[in-house]
């Protein structure tokens, strides 16, 4: 995991969709040679020819010294650094179909941000069992960073978190520029539950707007939702300060806030009266937050964690409460105090 970002080091990007292809960019403009993997033939075809990617990219084009591949074996030969930009919900299939071709030395970079459905684990977790001892070389690619914006090159601040200080700085070199600002940080848990609770709280603001129930709902909900995060992450082990940063305020404050969150627009269309099914299929790519909802609010409830708002996200999502109801529901609970040493000594 010594391994530093130099233009020699390849560099392999699993995944072909808005945030892998922004990542692409950045990494091409620095002149790093970048190969990417994806599924889809005609994808791939586009993408090498005509330098765009009109799906999940649009009006933005591609570098040359970009190449796609269907072929995952060519892809990840004699790759150092390996992007792992696929939903969370297929990390463990991806690195399955993987790991005879990983390299024992190369970092692995995830940037989807989620819990795993079924085991409720963290995405290191999953990626750990699936290639074991692969922590050392985990590196959580997080913060407040739309595709959209990153791809176009506007300034975006995230964070390179890892166990492994080593491999965490590597990466940090490998993606700094002048329009991507790179911090460092040993906290993965706490990264990693502030990158997937924050999409159940952009769907709850979501659903608010949609309501029309103005600023300041929005506010309470961002607010309460972070005490949420911190709650639930430091239970696990994190760093409540994490939760004071990029990857905690920072990606929160993003997502809940802005038009390029897929999780604030299907709480929005949800707020105006849309099925989920009807969203879904409508938005045609992933909401991160949807599934995150079902294995968070199963681990708080296992684990006896007080997270009223993905509750009620939950029952919204997967048990049909209407969404008027959950909100009478949250600004009706049982009254107490706000400081959180009160709840956390089970005063509720």
């Known amino acids: 995991a010594e391994c530093m970002a130099d233009n020699m080091a390849k560099v392999t990007i699993m995944g072909c969709g808005s945030w892998g292809t922004a990542l692409a960019i950045v990494l091409a403009q620095k002149e790093i040679p970048v190969t990417m993997w994806c599924r889809r033939e005609a994808q791939a075809v586009e993408m090498n020819t005509q330098h765009t990617n009109e799906k999940y990219l649009p009006d933005i084009y591609l570098p040359e010294n970009i190449s796609v591949t269907t072929s995952l074996s060519d892809a990840l030969q004699d790759a150092k650094f390996v992007v792992l930009a696929v939903p969370s919900q297929t990390l463990r299939e991806n690195l399955e179909q993987a790991k005879p071709y990983l390299a024992s030395d190369a970092i692995l970079i995830n940037t989807a ?18 290639i074991p001892g692969s922590i050392e070389r ?14 176009r090159g506007l300034p975006a601040a995230i964070v390179s978190t890892s166990v492994n200080k080593h491999a965490a700085e590597a990466v940090q070199d490998l993606f700094m520029s002048p329009a991507l600002r790179v911090y460092t940080n040993d906290d993965l848990i706490g990264a990693e539950i502030g990158g997937a609770i924050k999409n159940i709280i952009a769907i ?35 760093d409540p300060l994490t939760f004071s940063g990029l990857t905690g305020i920072g990606d929160l404050v993003v997502t809940c806030t802005s038009r390029h969150s897929r999780n604030h627009r299907c709480g929005l269309a ?13 938005m045609g790519m992933v909401v991160e937050g949807v599934k995150t909802t079902k294995a ?4 708080a409830k296992e684990m006896g964690i007080s997270m ?10 997967f ?6 109801d959950a909100v009478n529901e949250l600004m009706t609970r049982n009254k107490r105090s706000e400081q959180e040493r009160d709840l956390l000594a089970g005063i509720e």
């Open 319 to 324: 048990a049909g409460l209407p969404v008027k």
């Open 270 to 282: 949800l707020g105006q009266g849309k099925s989920l099914e009807q969203i879904l299929n409508e």
């Open 296 to 299: 968070t609010a199963e681990l």
């Open 308 to 317: 009223p708002i993905t509750e009620c996200m939950y029952r919204v999502l």
């Open 113 to 130: 941000k989620g819990l795993e459905v079924g085991s409720n684990m963290r995405l290191s977790q999953v990626a750990n069992q699936v």
């Open 138 to 151: 985990f590196v959580a690619f997080y913060g407040p960073s739309h595709a959209e914006e990153v791809g």
């Open 204 to 238: 709850a603001t979501g659903i608010a707007v949609g309501l029309g129930l103005g600023d300041n709902a929005q506010a309470a909900l961002l607010t309460r939702g972070m005490a949420e995060i911190t709650r639930f992450g430091t239970a696990l082990g994190a």
